[in-house]
């Protein structure tokens, strides 16, 4: 993993071996988990960019929120173009599945994490980095594999009041304000997909 804090790189030795602590696997017993992992979090605003931006901006500055968290590329380019920074944004690299230059991105936070984390999983690397980054406002984690399963980490661990706003493809963006209820739901699902020898 490397950590970038005020724009400096620290190199954070890993195990050559990816730890996982959570995995979605293709077998019978996680096919119900899939279906409520494929539900929205939150409430979705349907619109096609750049008209959607007008309406995230409008959502975005009704809410009182205590931190603001992105995850995904489009969304978070999107925050950006409009003025707004998240306090931690979570990117892949990619957009629908293709490569997206996130270098536009990378400048507008000061400290920047690079971890690894396997389609379908969420590795132990993503889940301490998570706990980091949210200790440090300004902060990119940019993710070599799949970040979709980090919006998990992004609202169990986040502070109650927080706003979380995700991709979901073909349809729009997804609004999450972070509650109580809403932890306890999401660790719900989270403890489904946790490894026992984890």
Same mark, same amino acid.
């Given at each position: 993993?490397?950590? /970038?804090?005020?724009?400096?790189?620290?190199?954070?030795?890993?195990?050559?071996?990816?730890?996982?602590? !959570?995995?979605?696997?293709?077998?019978? =017993?996680?096919?119900?988990?899939?279906?409520?992992? =494929?539900?929205?979090?939150?409430?979705?605003?349907?619109?096609?960019? @750049? =008209?959607?931006?007008?309406?995230?901006?409008?959502?975005?500055?009704?809410?009182?929120?205590?931190?603001?968290?992105?995850?995904?590329?489009?969304?978070?380019?999107?925050?950006?173009?409009?003025?707004?920074? @998240?306090?931690?944004?979570?990117?892949?690299?990619? $957009?629908?599945?293709?490569?997206?230059?996130?270098?536009?991105? /990378?400048?507008?936070?000061?400290?920047?994490?690079?971890? %690894?984390?396997?389609?379908?999983?969420?590795?132990?690397? &993503?889940?301490?980095? *998570?706990?980091?980054?949210?200790?440090?406002?300004?902060?990119? $984690?940019? $993710?070599?594999?799949?970040?979709?399963?980090?919006?998990?980490? &992004?609202?169990?661990? %986040?502070?109650?009041? %927080?706003?979380?706003?995700?991709? *979901?493809?073909?349809?729009?963006?997804?609004?999450? !304000?972070?509650?109580?209820?809403?932890?306890?739901? *999401?660790?719900?699902?989270?403890? =489904?997909?946790?490894?026992?020898? &984890?």
């Amino acid at each position: 993993m490397q950590l /970038k804090l005020n724009k400096v790189i620290f190199q954070i030795p890993s195990e050559k071996i990816e730890e996982r602590l !959570f995995y979605l696997s293709r077998n019978k =017993k996680f096919k119900n988990l899939r279906k409520q992992l =494929k539900k929205p979090l939150g409430f979705i605003l349907v619109s096609e960019y @750049p =008209k959607s931006l007008k309406h995230i901006l409008s959502i975005v500055n009704n809410f009182k929120y205590t931190s603001l968290i992105s995850v995904g590329d489009f969304i978070t380019f999107s925050l950006l173009k409009i003025g707004i920074k @998240p306090n931690l944004a979570i990117i892949d690299g990619k $957009v629908m599945r293709e490569n997206f230059d996130c270098e536009e991105i /990378k400048k507008h936070f000061k400290n920047l994490f690079e971890i %690894s984390n396997p389609k379908g999983t969420i590795s132990k690397e &993503a889940y301490d980095t *998570i706990i980091i980054a949210l200790k440090n406002d300004n902060s990119l $984690v940019v $993710v070599d594999g799949e970040e979709d399963l980090l919006t998990l980490l &992004a609202i169990l661990e %986040s502070k109650e009041n %927080s706003l979380i706003l995700y991709g *979901i493809p073909n349809l729009g963006v997804c609004f999450v !304000f972070n509650t109580r209820n809403k932890k306890l739901y *999401i660790k719900k699902l989270y403890s =489904k997909g946790i490894l026992e020898n &984890a």
